[in-house]
């Protein structure tokens, strides 16, 4: 036993000096750790990071904090901007910089589970070329960053972005000031928390030209890629005239991939949102809207929407889909009261306060003041509706929204009762198809094509009179007969221009209407014709619907000149036939009405009435030579014998029965259409289709 002890004894003497150095070494090690100043490898650290991206780094200071989880913290932190940076400034400069990184999620990625910035002075700037100065790769490598941030915290920033593609300037000002959270947000250590709004950010710019600015609250971080921590944000905008609020959440604030918010958004006009939406916006009256805005992946909702604009009420839903090759607008809308007025911008219709005047452009009409103050310099007299479309706009988006009206606000003598209207607009081509007004007991069927994928926009209009009740148009307790009937029409016109009135200036087509199953009062027929023997007898014994045959009027329409080819009205007792032009660019027209007592008649002056003038200020005038002559030889007679001046005066009924067979092959679909009952919409099944 001894022999085996001394044998040990011996061989522990030669393993010691092994132990020995493994002990100093795990000493110097802790001594190492414990002693070490992260300064000594701060200078190689900068010239390193300097030549690797070739822009100048340097810091005061640097220490680390070791774990599953390392902190670092840099002071006085430099870093220059890109070669190509037009600012003049470096890209960062931060009194302190605070931040962790995952070890655990090593090579897959590099984790950063919250970055934390005191008085930071950053600028970001974008070229047209998409190269980014915060970007240090090469701009061709197309993969997938490893990097994750997760939250970021700031304490009294500043933030200067500039994307010269998209021509947007931004400065935000960030500072927290809720005292409790005011050290949380510089420690990279603290857990993040987003139950409260904490922080605020100043922020204001310009989009598009369009200047923009507003605050905005949110909780202790900023929360971005898989950090799983809800962010918070209320906040408002205001640019120009426009107003928006909002409240909600946020996911991924530098990318956002999710939003949930209550959005309410008010403005003098609807055309000034395009710098923003590019959606292009009518020229509309003042309105507010609200709602609540989802976005998820690439598609934004807004359920219940809600709102006026102008004096009408709006209620519906809206989607928009940021697609390629470009985004997609839907939208349901329904309005119980819809004030016709406020649709004339739409379309270039001059309102009370809209001010549509010929030439304007979409931006002099970007608001109704503007719009009101191009007045005074151009041409009043013009009834057109002559504000201008701007065809790139239409190049820019897609569209399908469908509107439907209850009840029209219209002028009084107006018999417009209702609406629905379906917008299709796909690759610069815009359907408006069907848009179907309640009209006099029936309905104006209308479709209209408009394709601007040239400058010059090019346009297709049909537009169908179907069952029109003229009993509608005679006021209510008048001494004229009510008569009956129903009249129809049909438009066809095709032209160029991007407005209205440079269409109609251009146009070409086929005007055609027509009466069926007619009846006018007596009294009227009688002072179409001068019958004054006649309308005196009407005047005491009372007035009585008489049968109309047939009428019709067709103008053919060639470069906007229409020329009539048909105008004639065939009564019991009279015939009338016309004769005219109208002229669409100079929005001029005379039309020539020669009516044709079929029955002898005394006190009649039978001669042809001349109607002229402008669209907007008619005239008319009797036939001088016809009324002369006859009123002449009625002189004439009177000084040989009184009772002889009746004589001129006597018509013999020379009007002749019109071919009413020939008036309605003329017309064509003009007598289908006044034959068509209006159809009562279909009922609904179900909810609305889900967008």
Known sequence: MDRHFSQRIARFPKR????????????????????????????????????????????????????????????????????????????????????????????????????????????FERLPDNRKNWILSDPSDTSPSKLRISTLSVDQGQLRYIDHGEALELDVQASTFDPASQEKVKDADAKPSNVSYTTQYKFSGSFQGARFAGTALTGEVLSFQESGVPFPIKGELAAGTTRLWLEGSIADAANITGIDTQVRIEGKTLANLYPFLLLPLPASPPYQLEGRLVLEGNRYTMDDLRGRIGSTDVRGKGAYVDKAPRPLLTGELHSKNLDLADLGPLIGIETKESGGK???????????????????????????????????????????????????????????????????????????????????????????????????????????????????????????????????????????????????????????????????????????????????????????????????????????????????????????????????????????????????????????????GTFSNPNFELKKGPLAARAGAAAALAVAAPLAALIPLIETGPGEATDCGAVRKQVGGATRQANTSPKAPAPRKGGSKKQ
């Open 16 to 123: 010691h000096p092994l132990l020995a150095v493994l002990s100093g070494l795990l000493l110097l090690i802790v001594l190492l750790v414990l002693l070490f100043d992260w300064n000594w490898v701060r200078p190689p650290l900068e010239r390193y990071i300097s030549q690797k991206t070739q822009r100048e780094f340097r810091a005061a200071d640097l220490d680390v904090k070791l774990g599953l989880a390392p902190t670092i913290r840099l002071r006085e932190v430099y870093f220059g901007n890109a070669a190509w940076s037009q600012q003049g400034k470096p890209m960062a400069r931060v009194e302190e910089l605070e931040f962790s990184v995952s070890l655990r999620d090593l090579p897959e990625k590099i984790l950063v589970p919250r970055v934390a910035l005191t008085r930071p002075e950053l600028v």
């Open 358 to 612: 010929p030439k304007l452009t979409q931006a002099q009409t970007r608001d109704r003041p503007t719009a009101k103050g191009k007045q005074a310099t151009i041409d009043p007299d013009h009834l057109l509706p002559s504000g201008s479309f701007d065809g790139s706009r239409l190049q820019k988006i897609d569209a399908d929204v469908t509107l439907r009206a209850t009840r029209l606000q219209v002028p009084e003598g107006l018999p417009l009762e209702s609406l629905k209207a379906s917008l299709h607009l796909e690759n610069a081509i815009m359907k408006v198809d069907p848009v179907d007004f309640g009209f006099a007991g029936g309905t104006i069927a209308a479709r209209a094509t408009l394709d601007a994928r040239a400058p010059i926009i090019k346009s297709d209009v049909e537009i169908d009179l179907q069952g029109i009740r003229l009993a509608q148009f005679v006021p209510e307790n008048s001494p004229i007969a009510k008569g009956a009937g129903r009249a129809g029409a049909t438009l066809r016109l095709s032209g160029v221009g991007n407005s209205i009135a440079d269409a109609a200036a251009k146009a070409n087509g086929r005007i055609a209407t027509t009466i069926v199953n007619g009846r006018v009062s007596n009294l009227l027929d009688a002072v179409s014709g001068l019958n004054g023997g006649k309308v005196l007898a009407l005047l005491v014994g009372g007035d009585r619907d008489i049968v109309i045959h047939c009428g019709g009027a067709v103008f053919d329409v060639k470069n906007g000149r229409g020329q009539t080819t048909l105008f004639v009205v065939d009564t019991e007792q009279t015939q009338v036939l016309g004769d005219g032009w109208f002229d669409l660019e100079h929005e001029r027209f005379e039309l020539t009405v020669a009516p044709r007592p079929k029955e002898a008649s005394v006190l009649s002056l039978r001669t042809p009435v001349r109607v002229y």
